[in-house]
């Protein structure tokens, strides 16, 4: 369940209001020269009209692929990724278990067409590791290699989450996942292209996500949610029966609690999950996987900043423009290093969090070694904590002070965008 807060996307770019402006302090960065967006790339047409699974498949059955053909494959390989957790979200009614923060999903009300199993979510997430570990080696080398641009249209990306093959109304990627994980972007016309040239920069960027939902997938897999689920759907189906049987016997209330309290379930299921002994094996892999992504990350920013082009670009350096004039105030790549920077004390126990209560330090990097359960009582009062309570430094606010001022209300957003 930990994934489903950091499972992201490759196309989540769109909508209404820009970014605020804030005062910043310091030279501003002459940009350079704005080129007019490129013609876009036929693939992008082939997946408007056949989807993401048709053409991957295409992809994945050539024996050599140029850099730009390999960055598409792993960007398919992430958006079918999305779709098959998508699909499976709607299939089985899973009340947003990967995906909460989606709110444009078609269908939500509709009955589920498939039962929740206990073993779901430890399916899913071992399905999503796969498909980034597929995503990962298709861009094995890209970043550092030949320059390559690859252009696409926002519009032709859509999902098939009926799974029948065409493009239906509600399958459009630009509306499922309008505003979820970045800025809004400016209103376009429905008509008007929203053109993106990926290149060797964004396939450090597509790589450092990967490793961000793999490590968040063996997260979830440490802890082992199937006994917890399990146990829950056991009782709920009772109180299922309860209530119709109260129903049939005309005992009506004037409250629904299982409707209305819905949330008491998947809580329920977290909450039992963290009093179990987490996997190290998997505690291991998330750290690796969340250490890795921030190499990722500091590579694309240094390749960004390398660039003399500004042509339709995803995530911009100070120099650039955002392709779909989304507002990314100077010294991003700065600010969001200091953060990165943070990250990576506390994964390698450099530093410590700080413990709400009093000022001591709580090793993370210790935890994810050697885990320990986490039940929330424990972590409240401290007790499940005491073995990890050190002197190391703890971590001060100021890198991410300075990263949310800069970037003002949009600042989940733009983690979210950045990883």
């Not at 930990?2 to 490759?10: H, K, Q, Y």
């Not at 009955?111 to 597929?134: H, Q, W, Y």
């Not at 001022?405 to 950045?418: A, D, E, I």
Request: with cysteine.
């Amino acid at each position: 369940m930990c994934s489903a807060r950091l499972v992201t996307c490759f196309a989540a770019l769109l909508a209404v209001s820009p970014i605020a402006a804030h005062a910043q302090d310091g030279p501003v960065t002459v940009k350079i020269t704005r080129s007019d967006a490129p013609a876009v790339d036929p693939i992008s047409a082939r997946i408007g009209a056949e989807g993401i699974a048709a053409v991957l498949a295409d992809l994945k059955s050539r024996d050599a692929l140029a850099s730009k053909d390999r960055f598409a494959l792993a960007g398919l390989e992430f958006l079918a990724s999305l779709e098959a957790a998508t699909r499976w979200q709607m299939e089985a009614g899973a009340a947003r278990v990967l995906m909460p923060l989606i709110g444009n999903v078609p269908g939500e009300s509709a009955a589920p067409r498939e039962t929740f199993t206990a073993d779901a979510v430890t399916r899913e997430s071992e399905a999503l590791i796969a498909e980034m570990d597929r995503a990962r080696s298709a861009l094995d080398g890209v970043a550092d290699g030949p320059e390559f641009g690859l252009a696409i249209d926002l519009n032709d990306l859509w999902f098939d989450l009926d799974g029948n093959g065409a493009r239906d109304d509600g399958e459009s990627a630009v509306t499922i996942l309008r505003g979820v994980f970045m800025p809004r972007a400016p209103e376009t016309e429905a008509a008007e292209a929203r053109i993106v040239r990926f290149d060797n920069a964004d396939a450090a960027w597509l790589s450092a996500y990967t490793h961000l939902i793999s490590g968040a997938g063996e997260l979830t897999l440490a802890f082992d949610p199937e006994p917890a689920i399990a146990r829950v759907l056991e009782t709920y189906a009772k109180l299922v029966e309860a209530q119709e049987k109260a129903a049939s016997a005309g005992q009506y209330s004037s409250m629904d609690g299982l409707r209305i309290f819905s949330f008491v379930d998947p809580a329920a299921a977290l909450l039992d999950m963290l009093h179990q002994q987490p996997d190290p094996q998997h505690t291991r892999a998330a750290r690796d996987h969340w250490l890795a992504m921030i190499a990722d990350n500091r590579q694309f920013w240094d390749l960004a900043e390398a660039e003399t082009d500004n042509q339709a670009e995803w995530i911009p350096s100070d120099a650039q423009d955002q392709a779909l004039d989304v507002e990314f105030p100077d010294r991003l790549g700065e600010t969001w290093r200091g953060v990165l920077s943070d990250g990576e004390a506390l994964l390698t126990s450099e530093k410590s969090f700080p413990f709400w209560r009093v000022p001591i330090g709580v090793d993370l990097g210790a935890w994810l070694e050697d885990p320990a359960p986490l039940p929330l009582t424990g972590v409240v009062q401290g007790w499940a904590l005491d073995p990890y309570f050190t002197d190391a430094p703890m971590l001060t606010p100021e890198n991410w002070t300075r990263f949310s001022r800069l970037v003002g209300s949009r600042t989940g957003l733009m983690m979210f965008m950045l990883n």
